[in-house]
C-alpha cells in the first residue's frame, strides 16, 4: 500500500485542478467496480453493487490538496499569489511549489532578512526562475501545489497532501480489499473539500446515500506543548464525535466503535475543535443523511509535510472494510 500512498501525494492536485489525482485513483480500481462515473465537478464515483438486503453506503474522501493561485506577474517575472484553501504563510518561504506543467518556483518574501514576524500574504512571492515577464512559463489564474517527495519512515510517512491523499488510499484501499457485502457502495472521491466541501456537496445530492462515511486527516496532541487533544499518532484511527462543521450523531458512532470493538480494531475517539471535513457535506444533504467519519491521525497538517502512522493507516483500511460489509441498521 506505501507505493499506492506514494504515488498520490506526488501527484499534483489544488481545488479545482484534480485530474492527476482521479486519473491515477481511476487506474487502480476501474477493474473493480460495476460503474465508475466523473461528475460535473470532477467528482470521481465508483459503484459496487451489494448482494442485496442492504443500504446505499457513500464514502467520501477529497482529491485536493492546498495550493497557491498566481494573481499577478510582475515585469521582472516575479508573481503574486493568492492561497487556495488553508495555506499558513509560516509554511512557505523557502518551500517549493510546483504547476500543473512542472514548473517549479521557489517562495519567499520581500523582507525576510529583516523580520521575525510571519509573512503578510502580500509581501509573499513566487520566484519561478525567470529573468522577466516574458520568460515566465505560468499564467494568471494557475494554480500550484507544494513540491516534496514522499518519505518513508518507517512506521511513520511523511509528504505533502497526506490531507487528504491518505484519506483516498484508505477508501480506494478498502475497495480492493472488501469483497462481498449487502450493501451498495458508492466510493467517492471528491473535489474542492479544502475550499468549501464542494464537490461532496453534489456528490452526496447525487448519490443520494442513507449512510455516508467521510475519510480525512485530524489533528493531533502530541507534539511538545501541543494544544491539548485526546489523539496520538500510533494509536489507532479515530472515530469523530465533532468537528467545526460536523456533529456526528450518536448512533452513526455507535455504529462505528461497536464494529470497532466487534472485529478488535484499536482506534481513538475524535474531538477536532477547527476544522471541517466532507462529512458535513453529506450530512446536510438533500432531507439530511446520517453520516459519520474515519480520520487518520496526522501531525503537521496543512504544511508541506504532513505525517501519518501506517499501523493507523492499516486500521482505517480494516474498520471501513468492516463497516462497508456490515447490515447498517441506521
Ligand atoms: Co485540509
Ligand atoms: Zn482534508
Known amino acids: 500500500m506505501k507505493e499506492i500512498i506514494k504515488q498520490l501525494v506526488e501527484a499534483y492536485g489544488p481545488s479545482g485542478h484534480e485530474g492527476q489525482v482521479r486519473a491515477l485513483i481511476e487506474g487502480l480500481i476501474r477493474d473493480q467496480v460495476d460503474e465508475i462515473r466523473t461528475d460535473a465537478l470532477g467528482n470521481l464515483i465508483a459503484f ?4 442485496g438486503g442492504g443500504k446505499r453506503i457513500m464514502t467520501a474522501s477529497h482529491m485536493d ?11 521582472k517575472g516575479f508573481l503574486r499569489c493568492a492561497p487556495v484553501g488553508g495555506v499558513f504563510p509560516m509554511t512557505l518561504v523557502g518551500s517549493r511549489v510546483r504547476f500543473a506543467n512542472g514548473q517549479v518556483g521557489v517562495i519567499s518574501t520581500e523582507k525576510w ?21 516574458d520568460d515566465v512559463p505560468v499564467s494568471v489564474g494557475d494554480a500550484a501545489a507544494f513540491d516534496r517527495p514522499f518519505a518513508d519512515l518507517g512506521k511513520r510517512l511523511v509528504a505533502k497532501a497526506m490531507d487528504n491523499r491518505i484519506g483516498c488510499a484508505v477508501n480506494l484501499q478498502a475497495l480492493l480489499e472488501m469483497g462481498e457485502s449487502p450493501n451498495d457502495v458508492y466510493f467517492v472521491f471528491t ?11 453534489v456528490s452526496a445530492f447525487g448519490v443520494e446515500p442513507d449512510v455516508g462515511i467521510a475519510l480525512d486527516v485530524t489533528g493531533v496532541g502530541d507534539t511538545p506543548e501541543a494544544h491539548p487533544m485526546a489523539v496520538s499518532l500510533g494509536d489507532g484511527p479515530t472515530i469523530k464525535v465533532m468537528d467545526s462543521s460536523v456533529i456526528v450523531p450518536a448512533a452513526v458512532r455507535n455504529w462505528m466503535m461497536q464494529t470497532a470493538q466487534k472485529a478488535g480494531i484499536k482506534y481513538q475517539v475524535e474531538v477536532l475543535e477547527r476544522g471541517g471535513t466532507d462529512t458535513a457535506a453529506v450530512q446536510r444533504s438533500r432531507a439530511g443523511v446520517p453520516a459519520g467519519c474515519i480520520s487518520i491521525p496526522c501531525r503537521y497538517i496543512h504544511t508541506a509535510s504532513e505525517m501519518v502512522d501506517y499501523d493507523d493507516v492499516q486500521g482505517a483500511v480494516r474498520l471501513l472494510v468492516e463497516l462497508l460489509k456490515s447490515q447498517v441498521t441506521l
Open 65 to 75: 490538496e492546498i495550493g497557491l493561485i498566481v494573481t499577478y506577474v510582475d515585469k
Open 191 to 201: 473535489t474542492q473539500e479544502e475550499v468549501g466541501l464542494r464537490g461532496a456537496t
Open 113 to 133: 532578512l529583516r523580520s521575525n514576524d510571519l509573512p503578510p500574504w502580500d509581501e509573499l512571492y513566487v520566484d519561478v526562475g525567470a529573468t522577466s515577464a
Open 48 to 51: 459496487r453493487k451489494g448482494t
